[in-house]
């Protein structure tokens, strides 16, 4: 089979890969001005405004430093938090900043980018209000993490971290791969997990954990100003010990066209309380899937072995590097493989077009898996040791960030069935 895919040549995209594995909560509404004085720091600022977590910020950068800042805000109001980038040395840092002071609102939050490395300079700041420290040549990253951190208190509750599961066409396994990872996140890693089925008309996490809640995402997403903590507490279904299902109503006597920021309430709800969540998100290209994705600390695209899949997988993982240059690149599994008299594309030319290996590769399983189903039971209830059952813990791991210590156990899975990205 030829796959017109395969002539790119195979990149260096691997090595542009930014090595961001680090959660960092996205901030709130809030306004921030930049006054640089380095053209590398006004491009790194700029980039920061443009991640996603910074997408509901407002950026304003000029040139200037802090005198131009001063002058800004002589009988005006200050924004929620000011970014100065100063050349000078330690005295002089001290005296712009107590004018500074002056003119600015309380409230305000001050963020200082130095070319000084001096951690006496670095704890007078800090005991004269500035609120954090950078050295320049800053990255993009670190001014991200800086004014998100200024928002996120450290010692509060988790942050947690947004698992997206979509397939690359409809009915190749997202659905079951996503409650089978989400099943093991809580089980093996013994976190507490929440499982979102996006679903609204056909989830079956519901039918899959054996649960019928009478309540679930439906009442939140149609009532975006009752949402808080207490009211998504009560929407979750508990399934496991540390398992909890915010389900899908799979009725269909209303319908379903939302828009784009349609589940970010719940999203930062879930995301202040939980630290780990599972977005079973169906195979459907909108503003809010779209929207879902890009906002997501992990993605896994799970694809069956044609030529649908592989061009489906290749344009969503372009879109989404595109659109997260700072995260990790999406990772793609695939998903029923092996199937019998069925022509499939190889791993191998997946990876080659893809220019990245399966971070997981599920053989065909009719017998267990149809049996799960029908039960309404994970894979690993039916039979813990499965080599299916293997793998989904191997992807909870990889997914929630702790693959870096812990390889694929050798000897259990064929080479190929096993393949396990690290
Ligand atoms: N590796 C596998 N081997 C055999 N059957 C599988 C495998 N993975 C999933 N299935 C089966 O494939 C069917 C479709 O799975 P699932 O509903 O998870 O797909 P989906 O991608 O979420 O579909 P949809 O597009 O409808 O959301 C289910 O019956 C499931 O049990
Ligand atoms: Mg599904």
Redesign the pocket.
């Known amino acids: 089979m030829i796959v017109p895919a395969l002539q790119t040549e195979p990149a260096e995209a691997a090595a542009a890969e930014p090595a961001v594995n680090e959660q960092i909560a996205p901030a709130p509404r809030v306004s921030v001005q930049a006054f640089c004085e380095t053209v590398e720091t006004a491009a790194a600022v700029q980039a920061a405004g443009e991640d996603r977590r910074l997408g509901k910020a407002h950026l304003k950068i000029q040139m200037g430093g802090i005198t131009a800042a001063i002058e800004a805000y002589n009988g005006s109001p200050t924004p929620n938090v000011i970014v100065i980038e100063t050349e000078n040395r330690g005295d002089e840092i001290l005296d712009g900043l107590d004018s500074l002071a002056e003119v600015c609102d309380a409230g305000t939050r001050v963020i200082v980018i130095g070319h000084v490395n001096d951690v006496l300079l670095y704890r007078e700041l800090l005991r004269r209000g500035v609120n954090d420290y950078l050295i320049a040549p800053i990255g993009t990253i670190d001014m991200v993490r800086s004014v998100c951190g200024l928002f996120s208190a450290p010692d509060a509750k988790p942050v947690g971290r947004i698992i997206a599961i979509i397939?690359a066409?409809?009915?190749?396994?997202?659905?079951?791969?996503?409650?089978n990872v989400g099943w093991a996140v809580a089980r093996e890693l013994r976190l507490d997990t929440v499982v979102a089925d996006l679903?609204l008309g056909?989830?079956?996490a519901g039918l899959d954990y054996n649960q019928d809640p009478p309540q679930g995402i439906a009442d939140a997403v149609f009532s975006p100003d009752r949402i808080d903590n207490a009211f998504i507490d009560r929407l979750l279904s508990k399934c496991t010990e540390h398992l909890s299902l915010l389900a899908a109503p799979a009725t269909l006597d209303r319908v379903y066209d939302f828009g784009a920021e349609a589940f970010d309430t719940i999203i930062d709800s879930l995301r202040a309380t939980v630290p780990s969540i599972v977005l079973?998100v169906?195979?459907l290209w909108s503003g809010w899937t779209k929207k879902m994705l890009i906002g997501a600390d992990e993605i896994l695209i799970?694809a069956g072995p044609d030529l649908a899949n592989l061009r489906n997988t290749k344009n969503m993982i372009d879109l989404l590097r595109a659109a997260r240059p700072n995260d990790r690149r999406p990772r793609y599994c695939l998903?029923?493989?092996g199937m019998p008299k069925r022509p499939e594309i190889k791993p191998g030319d997946f990876a080659k077009a893809l220019e990245d290996e399966a971070t997981a590769i599920?053989?065909?399983?009719?017998q267990?898996?149809?049996t799960?189903?029908n039960n309404g039971q994970m894979i690993a209830e039916l039979s813990s040791s499965h080599r299916?059952a293997e793998i989904f813990r191997q992807l909870a791991q990889a997914l929630t960030g702790r693959m870096e210590t812990k390889k694929a156990r050798p000897g259990l899975l064929s080479p190929l069935l096993g393949m396990l990205k690290r």
């Open positions: 397939g066409k409809g009915g190749v396994g997202a659905s079951s791969i996503a409650h679903d056909f989830g079956t079973d169906p195979h799970v998903n029923q493989i599920i053989p065909f399983e009719p267990i898996f149809g799960a189903a299916v």
